[in-house]
């Protein structure tokens, strides 16, 4: 009996309340059910192709052609991508944070929006730009300008796209490690005669480079796993990374495409996996556990060259994302190719066609809605539950299982959609959830666990244990503690967890693309079905009202962020 | 009937070489009504034994009752443990613990909530127990509103207004001035009530001294002395703690002959003195206790000769460090009056008036 055992472990786990042990054996379940499970069945899945009778496909698929290209190609995109992201993300979080620019919160706000937006509508918004910058080119007198394809499609349009896309995840490390700078480390500098340029590549790079080392990683880890883009800017050219091979391989379906998935997908989970132990290696470094003075100010305060650097980063700003959403946007309302876009010619025939009109369309944004929802509120109690158990009762058993809650996160998209696959594509038990909204369901679930519950830990570390000993005292038990204590003082945390959930539940494209089937479309899957379908009309409409929808959850988190622990919000530091 | 009663608590924390054996087999008992202050520096285990009686620690052996009931019991591979909710135990924290999202009326009737007490008498206790704290007005402030020393306030009517059987204080006053803390000092003093003991924890020796009853000095997880604040000051039970409290000088000296059952003369340096003791010493040398104020300038031919290493001003006398090495870190001191003007490196002549022999073990 697997529960007389967990109980048993509890009971040494010196739990006082009954109530609590119930909690930890549903939080125990649920990492055994969405993070374990799933990843055994792909190591078994593994280890017994490998052994049996698919041993000779899985190998031959290993040494394939196609496999060994996209492997490289998936490497120099995550390379080139992580360098360019590393650059870009260093130069800009040096120049927000050490210096005195103005419009700080709207270039930190716009800069991380553009990790925030789906990947699969960034790519497909900057397709849209060719057409009207090869007009602009030809009127410029670059006659050729026609002659040449869409450039952004294919290698270099994804390396760059990938590097401008996770530059934020750099950003934003390297500006935590640029605030949490001792003041005293560039005053001493400062003191010692060093000019501003030298205090910043002899002092203030070097201590930061475990931060953009880590943040440089993480860059590579997700651009590994990006689905989206390569598959949007990639397929077309015939220019396959390892997700969208994968992809290639489930469409067919043929009796080999299992095994075959199976045997990429530890390929990808391989290159993933060295990225995030460089990133963990980085990450642990670095740390000033002492901080006597933080930065009270900008540093380096600009005088003559202040306009230029802000005039800088707003351009960038404009050609990197609002450019291309604005290529989206006449996109989406001109009536059809080559008109022009004029007052007169404007449509939402496109908008009324996706949100009204096209059953697939609707259904998707039904289910995308209805998902990320749903995940948002059940993993809100269950990662206040799971916070609550680690934190504050320093659970041993959770603890130790820690590690677990970020798997699913990390792997890549495809990789946690094949574990799933492996996992649901019988019926269990007479229930078959294989093809249904509910795979996908799960495997969110599963995914965005680790991105609810960070909040909640630090806002968990920020409040001071006595107030929960306090409740305890004063005689509330487990159930009415948290429905007085602790839900009040943490709901800022669980909130801005769920908001993010939301987010990213409704960005997704990566997991749905190998789950869904006719009757559980999401909005991601939706747009790359359009698109794919030459309904780029159609596909921008949905583009532009994902991101207005983005936009408004981010503002939403952003007002409520006012009233949390900094830290909670990643584009507040 | 004792209404707390300790025995033999054992504590360990972690397991293996990490291991912490926090308390090792305390043995307490606090009669009903009395205040015994635990007292000792940090990582002595007073903490930790206030946290055993409010439920907040299990413990890996021993037992603890109060009134009638067994809340903790552990022996072999049996625990018994009462979770905190289940106790009637107050306490009152370091950081007031007041919760931020509740104003101070509801603060304060949440011990009130969460047992039977009838909707009517818990505003009515509420408003006696801010009346009592002299914070009638501010009922429906939020803590974030008060003063550092009227949140503490509000934690000590939130820790009285639900008639706890034991009141704990852990460390309350050490985030306060000066100022604060004697005011607090009268609030908690007139917060006693003959049916309820209460248990402070403390390293700061004045607050001890001045609030309890009995107090019991720890060092090392286990009870160093028990007594009441006078007979600790007088007699303490060995260096440590006639070092910690009071700051009394343990010096080595030697025995000249007994005067009494309670007297024996000895000397130190050549300068000889009575000192008491429990019973007369069997060693031929002792170390004795010499409070600094218990000495004074002579002019005496076999006075203490001592030459002055440094003089800290203290506003009313002088507060002098000499050349004798005392057991523990710092030098023989000895409080001096304002006119006495202590130049350093000047030969003191000084008189001992009272001594203490430390007993041996």
């Not at chain 2, 360990?12 to 606090?30: D, F, I, M, N, P």
């Not at chain 2, 000192?275 to 002579?298: E, H, K, M, N, Y």
């Not at chain 2, 202590?342 to 203490?356: I, M, N, T, Y």
């Amino acid at each position: 009996m697997p529960d007389l055992f967990l109980l048993n472990m509890l009971a040494r786990a010196r739990f006082w309340n009954r109530s609590e042990q119930a909690a930890t054996v549903v939080c125990l379940l649920f990492l055994l059910l969405f993070a374990l499970l799933p990843v055994a069945r792909l190591a078994m899945e593994l280890v017994l192709g490998l052994l049996g009778s698919q041993r000779g496909a899985m190998i031959a698929a290993l040494r394939s052609s196609s496999t060994l290209t996209a492997t490289w190609h998936s490497i120099e995109v995550g390379l080139v991508g992580a360098l360019i992201a590393s650059v870009y993300g260093l130069i800009v979080a040096s120049l927000v944070t050490l210096t005195n620019v103005r419009f700080r919160n709207w270039i930190v706000y716009a800069f991380v929006v553009q990790a925030m937006l789906p990947p699969q509508v960034v790519a497909l918004a900057w397709l849209q730009i060719w057409t009207p910058l090869r007009d602009v080119l030809q009127a410029l007198g670059w006659e050729n300008a026609s002659s040449f394809g869409n450039p952004f499609q294919g290698r270099g349009g994804i390396m760059a796209l990938l590097g401008v896309h996770y530059a934020p995840l750099v950003f934003l490390t390297v500006r935590a490690g640029l605030l949490n700078l001792p003041a005293e480390v560039i005053e001493a500098a400062r003191v010692s005669g060093a000019k501003p340029l030298v205090v910043l590549t002899r002092v203030i790079w070097p201590l930061v480079t475990p931060a953009l080392a880590a943040g440089t990683a993480l860059a590579f880890v997700s651009s590994i796993g990006n689905f989206g883009i390569p598959a949007f800017l990639g397929i077309p050219a015939n220019y396959l990374v390892l997700p969208t091979l994968i992809y290639r391989e489930l469409s067919g379906f043929g009796s080999s495409a299992i095994p075959n998935a199976t045997m990429l997908s530890l390929v990808v989970s391989v290159l993933a996996g060295l990225g995030i132990l460089l990133q963990h290696r980085f990450a642990s470094k670095g740390h000033f556990k002492v901080t006597p003075s933080r930065l009270s100010g900008p540093p380096f305060l600009l005088h003559r060259a202040r306009p230029w650097v802000e005039g800088v980063l707003l351009g960038l700003i404009l050609l990197l994302l609002l450019m291309p959403m604005l290529a989206l946007m006449a996109k989406s309302l001109r009536p059809a190719p080559g008109v022009p876009l004029t007052w007169a010619t404007v449509t939402l025939e496109h908008y009324i066609y996706v949100l009204k009109d096209n059953d697939a369309t609707v259904r998707a944004f039904v289910n995308s809605i209805g998902m990320s929802v749903g995940a948002a509120l059940v993993l809100s109690v269950v990662a206040l539950l799971m916070a609550y158990l680690m934190e504050y009762r320093r659970s041993p058993w959770l603890n130790r299982l820690n590690y677990l809650i970020e798997v699913p996160y990390v792997l890549p998209g495809v990789v946690l959609s094949i574990a799933m696959i492996l996992l649901y594509l019988k019926p269990i038990m007479g229930i078959s959830i294989y093809n249904t909204v509910a795979i996908i369901f799960l495997a969110y679930l599963a995914r965005f666990l680790a991105i609810q519950l960070r909040p909640i830990i630090s806002g968990f570390q920020q409040l001071p244990v006595e107030m929960l000993e306090a409740a305890e005292v004063f005689g509330a038990p487990f159930l009415r503690r948290l429905r007085t204590i602790v839900i009040p003082l943490l709901l800022p945390s669980v909130t801005a967890g769920a908001m993010l959930v939301v987010l990213l539940a409704l960005n997704e494209l990566t997991i749905s693309a190998l789950l869904w089937s006719s009757g559980s479309e999401t909005i991601g899957v939706a747009v790359f079905s359009l698109e794919q379908g030459g309904e780029s009309a159609a596909a921008a409409a949905i583009g532009i009202v994902s991101v207005v929808v983005a936009n408004l959850v981010m503002l939403m988190a952003s007002i409520l962020g006012r009233r949390l622990p900094s830290g909670v919000l990643p584009w507040r530091a | 009937m004792a209404s707390v009663s300790m025995n033999r608590i054992h504590k360990t924390y972690g397991s293996g070489a990490q291991s912490h054996h926090a308390l090792k087999g305390v043995s307490l008992e606090l009669a009903d009504g009395e205040f015994i202050a635990l007292l000792g520096p940090s990582g002595s285990g007073k903490t930790t034994l206030l946290r055993t009686i409010a439920g907040l620690e299990d413990i890996d052996d021993g037992e603890i009752r109060i009134g009638a009931d067994t809340v903790s019991r552990a022996t072999g591979s049996s625990r018994q443990h009462v979770p905190p909710e289940g106790r009637q135990v107050s306490v009152v924290f370091q950081s007031h613990a007041l919760w931020p999202h509740m104003t101070v009326h509801d603060n304060i009737a949440f011990p009130l909530r969460q047992g039977s007490t009838p909707a009517a008498d818990v505003g009515r206790r509420v408003q006696a127990a801010l009346a009592s704290v002299e914070l009638d007005d501010l009922a429906q402030r939020f803590p974030s509103q008060l003063s550092g020393g009227q949140r503490q306030r509000v934690a000590l009517a939130r820790a009285m207004v639900g008639a706890p059987r034991v009141l704990l204080f852990d460390e309350p006053l050490a985030s306060l001035d000066t100022e604060l803390r004697r005011d607090m000092m009268r609030q908690i003093t007139k917060a006693r009530r003959s049916d309820m003991p209460m248990v402070y924890v403390t390293h700061n020796q004045e607050e001890a001294l001045a609030l309890a009853d009995r107090i019991a000095v720890l060092a090392q997880g286990e009870i160093a002395q028990l007594a009441t604040p006078s007979k600790l000051c007088r007699e303490p039970a060995n260096a440590m703690i006639a070092a910690f409290v009071g700051g009394g000088n343990v010096v080595d000296a030697t025995v000249v002959q007994a005067v009494d059952a309670h007297n024996v003369r000895v000397t130190v340096r050549g300068h000889s003195f009575v000192a008491r003791c429990d019973r007369p010493p069997t060693a031929a040398q002792v170390q004795v206790c010499i409070a600094p104020g218990a000495v004074s300038l002579s002019t005496q031919d076999d006075a203490l000769e001592l030459r002055v290493a440094f003089v800290f001003f203290q506003g009313g006398s002088h507060l002098v460090e000499t050349d004798l090495p005392r057991h523990g870190r710092s030098f023989f001191s000895c409080v001096l009056p304002l006119d006495a003007q202590p130049v350093k490196h000047e030969l003191l002549r000084l008189q001992v008036h009272d001594a203490w022999i430390i007993p041996t073990p």
